[in-house]
């Protein structure tokens, strides 16, 4: 079995590993023109976003293009006539629908004069730009990657993210710029870094952790922006608090095309109920928070041992890196969020670079980073699958992620000049 396991994962080495005449990312862009001009040519003959259900993508036949956006832009135009949008939204096109963002958002979005009816011209460019995120994110790629982020790319959860508009493309976008004004040798440019970073993280919360890119500088430098961005965060969080409050309430707690440590527990407290146990007391209350500690707790000893070989010392350091801390840390800290709906896996993409360099370099742990591949590309097709192929399998899946995720964090962590994935740049 083991021997089986490992020719597979070598296989895979070897397709990515291929040297191509032309760059492929021409061959990804070509991929996503045609999968946007058969989604066009499909208006021909029904409205157009109901095709995306024949592509993997779950879309209601009542929800209108672009719904997420289309719900944001309404709260716009409510927030100016006097309403409170969290509690009270009647500009809404789907009634019922509860806004969970923060006031800002419809401060700043009144601000540039945006309204509901430019949601269809809005929604397009944002998925250009999210898109162009991505190249920007990835570097020259041979067919056989070409291959693989088509295969993310046309993903029914990269794309149900695309389809709706969600607000997490706007995140990533900026992350991505982000991520890679840090790589500057000019300090001014990478605190604009930084400061992009804490934007995201005002508009949405989670992209907080991305900061943790300031562990790379000086150690005077990293005790004083910490400080500074952490200190200005807290305080952002005291005064929106009432707001958190509220927002919280109003979150859906899904259970079907979502991810998080809450999931599979909520669907297995609806299975007793079903079944007759409407009372499960303490313990069932107890258990997820348990087994999550436990998890994490086992993936932090374990990191310990491997601390003391040398396999992760002589991992690669550089933007890829980069990259890849912030998209783990965001699958991390969303995770124990509980409930987030399967577009956020978006935010994998980011690990994809520093994957595939650990993958091809045929490093001591290459085996351990096509596994996480493996297991990323898993988790953007398999919630689609219909219950009796699926078997709950897309959650399984994420909470492997989850576990290998947290070891990698604490593997990774700088421990001193000598012993930091750090020293060594990809070039």
Known sequence: MKKSILLIFGAIRSLLSQTSPRDGRYILLGVLVLYFLIIFLSSFFMEFHLFWNYLGVPVPGIQPPFADLRSLLSAVECYQMG???IIDNP??????????????????????GVRQSQTLQLGIGLAILFFGAVILVIKRLNRGEAVLYSVILCSPMVMAGVERGNNDLLIFIILALAIVCRQSKLFLLRFFSYSLIMGTAILKIYPFCGLITILKESKKAKLWLSVLFTGLFLFYLY????????????????????????????QFNTFLSLSGYPDRGMFFVLLPFFVLSSVVTGAFMYSRRASCSTQFFELPAG??????????LIYMVTFILGHNWDYRLIFLIF?????????????????????????????????????????????????????????????????????????????
Request: proline share 7%; charged share 15%.
């Open 319 to 328: 933007r890829e890196f980069d990259f890849f801390q912030v998209g783990l």
């Open 351 to 427: 690990t994809i670079p520093y994957l595939l360099t650990i993958i091809k370099s045929d490093h001591q742990s290459s085996s351990l980073f096509t596994l996480i591949l493996l297991g990323i590309v898993a988790t953007l097709w398999l919630s689609r699958l219909p219950w009796y192929l699926n078997a709950n399998l897309d959650e399984v899946v994420n909470w492997i992620l989850f576990t290998l995720f947290v070891y990698l964090f604490f593997v990774t962590l700088p421990r001193g000049p000598k012993h930091s994935p750090r020293n060594t740049a990809v070039t």
């Open 239 to 266: 005064l929106i608090s009432e707001e958190l409050m509220l927002i919280a309430m109003n979150v859906p707690r899904a259970t079907i095309f979502s991810y998080g440590y809450l999931v599979v527990f909520d």
């Open 83 to 85: 309403f409170n949008v």
């Open 91 to 112: 500009c809404d096109p789907r009634p019922g629908v509860p806004m969970t963002y923060p006031r800002i958002w419809f401060s700043l979005l009144a601000s540039l």
